[in-house]
């Protein structure tokens, strides 16, 4: 069996973040070569992260940025709070992040193909679950293309947004304000129109079923539908919301104040916790 030099053990570690105890066996088991090394290593995170598929990722850290007129959001998932603070961890994610700005790719699948570290993001954060012991997936993904993206961070790392402006020349408290609004209020489109009809068909049916259970006459129970309807899209629209702010005007009003040509052209929102 070769010698196993701490230099090499160091090496090895560096290079793929794993313990300095499973660098050593992984230097063993490949008889001192550091490229079968790497491919031990490599299948003990695919072998940890296929024995905890059906395990539930239900923490991690979310992350969002603006690049030019691009953003982008990336939610990196694992099993424990401990590993979702880690400082490593956390340096992952914005890894991936700055490879998806840096590439703009069209979905998630795309993002997880694209080259890092001379592997895929996919293999990276494979290899990272055997590192950590726990299981870790790209949870989310997704991006926002517009003359002025705003962002939100929330100081948790678990909850981000974005927010798409028509103009370059937002008002930087204005366009904030609606990016912390999306991340409170949780919206579902930009406004009522934006609303799927099958979203709007749904609550009207729940509608009907709770006037129904309530004894309420049959010959208004639609009307009383249409009115639960009337709510749902005030209160899960961003521009027909109450302005978090400001309960006394919408979030389309405190627009139109800043600038009566002022559109919102789409956002995201992701929260771990969701």
Same mark, same amino acid.
């Given at each position: 069996?070769?010698?196993?030099?701490?230099?090499?053990?160091?090496?090895?570690?560096?290079?793929?973040?794993?313990?300095?105890?499973?660098?050593?066996?992984?230097?063993?088991?490949?008889?001192?070569?550091?490229?079968?090394?790497?491919?031990?290593?490599?299948?003990?995170?695919?072998?940890?992260?296929?024995?905890?598929?059906?395990?539930?990722?239900?923490?991690?850290?979310?992350?969002?940025?603006?690049? %030019?007129?691009?953003?982008?959001?990336?939610?990196?998932?694992?099993?424990?709070?401990?590993?979702?603070?880690?400082?490593?961890?956390?340096?992952?994610?914005?890894?991936?992040?700055?490879?998806?700005?840096?590439?703009?790719?069209?979905?998630?699948?795309?993002?997880?193909?694209?080259?890092?570290?001379?592997?895929?993001?996919?293999?990276?954060?494979?290899?990272?679950?055997?590192?950590? %012991?726990?299981?870790?997936?790209?949870?989310?993904? $997704?991006?926002?293309?517009?003359?002025?993206?705003?962002?939100?961070?929330?100081?948790?790392?678990?909850?981000?947004?974005?927010? %798409?402006?028509?103009?370059?020349?937002?008002?930087?408290?204005?366009?904030?304000?609606?990016?912390?609004?999306?991340?409170?209020?949780?919206?579902?489109?930009? $406004?009522?129109?934006?609303?799927?009809?099958?979203?709007?068909?749904?609550?009207?049916?729940?509608?009907?079923?709770?006037?129904?259970?309530? %004894?309420?006459?049959?010959?208004?129970?639609?009307?009383?539908?249409?009115?639960?309807?009337?709510?749902?899209?005030?209160?899960?629209?961003?521009?027909?919301?109450?302005?978090?702010?400001?309960?006394?005007?919408?979030?389309?009003?405190?627009?139109?104040?800043?600038?009566?040509?002022?559109?919102?052209?789409?956002?995201?929102?992701?929260?771990?916790?969701?």
């Amino acid at each position: 069996m070769a010698e196993i030099k701490s230099a090499d053990v160091v090496k090895l570690r560096k290079a793929t973040g794993a313990g300095m105890m499973d660098c050593k066996k992984a230097l063993q088991e490949a008889n001192g070569d550091f490229e079968k090394a790497v491919e031990v290593l490599r299948k003990k995170g695919q072998a940890i992260a296929s024995k905890r598929a059906d395990r539930e990722a239900s923490e991690g850290n979310v992350q969002a940025k603006v690049k %030019g007129n691009f953003g982008a959001i990336v939610a990196l998932n694992c099993e424990t709070d401990f590993v979702s603070k880690n400082e490593d961890f956390i340096k992952l994610v914005a890894s991936i992040l700055d490879l998806a700005l840096e590439n703009k790719p069209s979905d998630l699948e795309a993002l997880k193909a694209l080259p890092m570290d001379g592997k895929t993001v996919a293999d990276v954060v494979t290899e990272r679950s055997g590192v950590i %012991g726990e299981k870790i997936e790209l949870g989310y993904y $997704d991006f926002i293309r517009a003359e002025k993206v705003q962002v939100y961070n929330h100081f948790s790392n678990m909850l981000s947004t974005l927010v %798409g402006f028509n103009k370059a020349d937002v008002d930087e408290q204005v366009a904030k304000d609606v990016a912390m609004q999306v991340a409170a209020m949780s919206p579902v489109a930009v $406004d009522k129109d934006d609303v799927p009809a099958e979203v709007i068909a749904k609550e009207k049916e729940l509608g009907r079923e709770k006037a129904l259970q309530e %004894g309420k006459p049959e010959n208004i129970v639609d009307r009383i539908a249409e009115g639960m309807v009337t709510k749902f899209l005030k209160d899960n629209t961003l521009l027909n919301q109450e302005f978090t702010k400001d309960a006394k005007k919408t979030v389309g009003q405190y627009l139109k104040e800043s600038d009566k040509d002022l559109k919102v052209t789409g956002f995201k929102r992701y929260s771990v916790k969701d």
